[in-house]
């Protein structure tokens, strides 16, 4: 009875795992396909980083410096954002590999409760002595 239980709680942890794994992945593929869309509606879009309300209370030096800061960063995260694309094969290995990890945990510790229940049960046979 043990065993089945086991063994059905880690069918149940292996599905579950399988399908956080599938979903991570669709996002994050979802994710990187829709980069250059980003990129592009990113770029139309002049948006000062800092708030207005919070602008009246820092020193113009501070402020043209960190403005200077962000327009120097802006080129690098667009080059950056425009090769992920090309990452949707990588993020399908790490995807397998990850999935793989985890789903050899799951079964190591079942085989690990397996052998726990079976150590708890003890011996199922014991020697009689054969007085005579």
């Known amino acids: 009875m043990f065993f089945a239980l086991t063994w059905g709680l880690a069918s149940v942890l292996l599905a579950l795992w399988s399908l956080t794994c599938w979903g991570l992945h669709a996002v994050t593929l979802w994710a990187i396909t829709s980069a250059a869309t980003i990129t592009n509606e990113a770029a139309t879009v002049d948006t000062s ?26 080129p690098m995260v667009q080059a950056l954002l425009t090769t992920v694309p090309a990452l949707g094969g990588i993020v399908a290995l790490l995807a397998w590999v990850v999935w793989g990890f985890g789903a050899l945990a799951i079964v190591a510790l079942a085989v690990g409760a397996k052998m726990l229940i079976a150590l708890a049960k003890g011996p199922r046979f014991t020697k009689r002595s054969t007085a005579a």
């Not at 980083?49 to 802006?74: T, Y």
């Open 49 to 74: 980083l800092i708030p207005a309300w919070l602008q009246i209370w820092m020193p113009l030096e501070v402020l043209e410096m960190f403005q200077a800061l962000m327009a120097s960063f802006g």
